[in-house]
């Protein structure tokens, strides 16, 4: 610096060296410098270079030492956000899960099981998000599936929905004003296609006379009926014996419970009764009489008044 001063030799007071920085000045602007304004200039610039020397180490110290110092300054901010930062990360982490929001989202829109899986799986890829679990069942808190009891009765299977399970689901507000809660069930043969022979065989329910919601109590499958109606009723039995004999407690309200009415047809009444079918002989479920084949029909004629009954 101090040569490129030099050069401009501001410390001559001569005509000529004023002169010669006149032409200096004025090398992109045709005006000259005022004299008066060289003569206020020169002592100032003199004063700047001899200061400059002398300081020159302690200066480029100085500034060293306010270099560290704003460095120390900047890193303390720093290290200041960071604290700050995680506090506020914690705190955002204590009151905010992203499992619980991702369940409550995943149930509020109806996702599928398949989509949420994927994008746990795709969120699981960061390290942020190593804690979720890899299923939805796992993230949406899914109770396992209760193994249903399916035993065999000739020649399918069977399940027992339960009675009691179907009263308590079902039951109206006005059956609860009563003491007595009568049920009815109907059993019949279902077929399921046209094209095999499977067959459904349920065992239905429903309360009345203020309720006619039906529910399935038993259902049978297989390739035809149940083989032996005891055996298909069993559960069914043992259940209603046990409600019949000792009610159900509802809110702390025993109720009685009642089997009003089996509605079967015909074929369905002669399985469960365990008697020959409506078109064979002794087929009366009523009476004692053999039968007769009239008009291509069983008929029970009611001839001998002594006929038992």
Same mark, same amino acid.
């Given at each position: 610096?101090r040569?490129e001063?030099?050069?401009?030799?501001?410390?001559?007071?001569?005509?000529?060296?004023?002169?010669?920085i006149?032409e200096?000045?004025?090398?992109?602007? *045709?005006?000259?410098?005022?004299l008066?304004i060289?003569?206020?200039?020169?002592p100032?610039? %003199?004063?700047?270079?001899t200061d400059?020397?002398? %300081?020159?180490?302690?200066?480029e110290?100085?500034?060293?030492? =306010?270099?560290?110092?704003?460095?120390?300054?900047?890193q303390?901010? %720093?290290?200041?956000d960071s604290t700050?930062?995680?506090?506020v990360? %914690?705190?955002?982490?204590?009151n905010?899960? &992203?499992?619980?929001?991702?369940?409550?989202?995943?149930?509020?829109?109806?996702?599928?099981?398949?989509?949420?899986n994927?994008l746990?799986?795709l969120?699981?890829?960061?390290k942020?998000?190593?804690?979720l679990?890899k299923?939805?069942r796992?993230?949406?808190?899914?109770?396992?599936? $209760? &193994?249903?009891?399916?035993?065999?009765? $000739?020649?399918g299977?069977y399940?027992? #929905?339960?009675?009691?399970?179907?009263i308590?689901?079902?039951l109206?507000?006005?059956?609860t004003?009563?003491?007595?809660?009568k049920?009815v069930?109907?059993?019949?043969?279902?077929p399921i296609?046209k094209s095999n022979?499977n067959? #459904?065989?349920?065992?239905?329910a429903?309360?009345?006379?203020?309720?006619?919601?039906?529910?399935?109590v038993?259902?049978y499958?297989?390739?035809e009926?149940?083989?032996d109606?005891?055996e298909f009723?069993? *559960?069914?039995?043992?259940?209603?014996?046990h409600l019949?004999?000792?009610?159900i407690?509802?809110?702390?309200k025993?109720?009685?419970?009642?089997? =009003?009415?089996?509605?079967?047809?015909t074929?369905?009444k002669a399985?469960?009764?365990r008697?020959?079918?409506?078109?064979g002989?002794f087929?009366c479920?009523?009476c004692?009489?053999e039968?007769?084949?009239?008009s291509?029909r069983?008929? #029970?004629p009611?001839?001998k008044p002594?006929?038992?009954?």
């Amino acid at each position: 610096m101090r040569e490129e001063l030099n050069t401009y030799n501001f410390g001559s007071t001569n005509d000529s060296d004023a002169y010669s920085i006149n032409e200096i000045s004025v090398v992109d602007n *045709d005006n000259c410098l005022d004299l008066s304004i060289h003569q206020e200039v020169t002592p100032l610039l %003199n004063t700047l270079t001899t200061d400059m020397e002398d %300081n020159n180490l302690e200066l480029e110290y100085h500034d060293f030492e =306010d270099h560290n110092y704003i460095i120390d300054e900047v890193q303390l901010h %720093n290290e200041s956000d960071s604290t700050s930062s995680s506090n506020v990360s %914690n705190h955002f982490m204590t009151n905010f899960s &992203i499992d619980s929001e991702l369940a409550q989202w995943a149930l509020l829109h109806k996702i599928p099981h398949t989509a949420v899986n994927s994008l746990l799986h795709l969120l699981r890829k960061h390290k942020c998000f190593l804690h979720l679990p890899k299923d939805a069942r796992t993230l949406l808190l899914t109770k396992p599936a $209760q &193994i249903q009891s399916i035993r065999d009765v $000739q020649p399918g299977k069977y399940h027992h #929905f339960g009675l009691e399970v179907g009263i308590l689901r079902h039951l109206s507000p006005e059956n609860t004003l009563q003491t007595e809660i009568k049920v009815v069930i109907g059993i019949d043969g279902l077929p399921i296609a046209k094209s095999n022979s499977n067959k #459904f065989y349920p065992i239905l329910a429903y309360m009345r006379p203020t309720s006619n919601i039906v529910f399935p109590v038993g259902l049978y499958f297989g390739t035809e009926k149940p083989s032996d109606s005891n055996e298909f009723l069993k *559960d069914f039995v043992n259940e209603t014996k046990h409600l019949v004999t000792h009610g159900i407690l509802i809110e702390n309200k025993l109720f009685k419970v009642k089997i =009003d009415v089996f509605c079967c047809d015909t074929p369905a009444k002669a399985f469960i009764l365990r008697i020959k079918s409506h078109n064979g002989f002794f087929s009366c479920s009523r009476c004692e009489i053999e039968g007769e084949y009239k008009s291509n029909r069983v008929c #029970f004629p009611y001839s001998k008044p002594n006929s038992p009954l």
